[in-house]
Nanobody, 124 residues
Framework: QVQLVESGGGLVQAGGSLRLSCAAS????????MGWFRQAPGKEREFVAA???????NYATSVNGRFTCSRDNVKNTVYLQMNNLKPEDTAVYYC??????????????????WGQGTQVTVSS
């Protein structure tokens, strides 16, 4: 069983930065792909970023150039560095593990395990 714990959320002014972390336990972390999703109040959960087991990254258009996803297989942790934050980035952010490294990285249904989420609030 994979357990994921996010941290690093908080309140930040527009233009500021935050770094989210997601610590994984229970399985061989380097064998699976990781994704970040977010859900704002009243909206569907949406894809933010993903990193494959081979460190290939993909981003949603809305965050491309501002967010960077990386992983540390020694620490069993995936990160989401968020720069130039905007009020529309306000959401609960979730990390997820895909044990099969699916090419369909933007699909939430492809992920096998989820963290509990961390709140990010960007004030204008």
């Amino acid at each position: 069983q994979v357990q994921l714990v996010e941290s690093g959320g908080g309140l930040v002014q527009a233009g500021g930065s935050l770094r989210l972390s997601c610590a994984a336990s229970g399985r061989t972390f380097s064998n699976y792909a990781m994704g970040w999703f977010r859900q704002a109040p009243g909206k569907e959960r949406e894809f933010v970023a993903a990193i494959s087991r081979r460190d290939s990254t993909n981003y949603a258009t809305s965050v491309n150039g501002r967010f960077t996803c990386s992983r540390d297989n020694v620490k069993n942790t995936v990160y989401l560095q968020m720069n130039n934050l905007k009020p529309e980035d306000t959401a609960v952010y979730y990390c997820a593990a895909d044990l099969h490294d699916s090419a369909l990285y933007w699909m939430a249904s492809k992920y096998d395990h989820w963290g509990q989420g961390t709140q990010v609030t960007v004030s204008s």
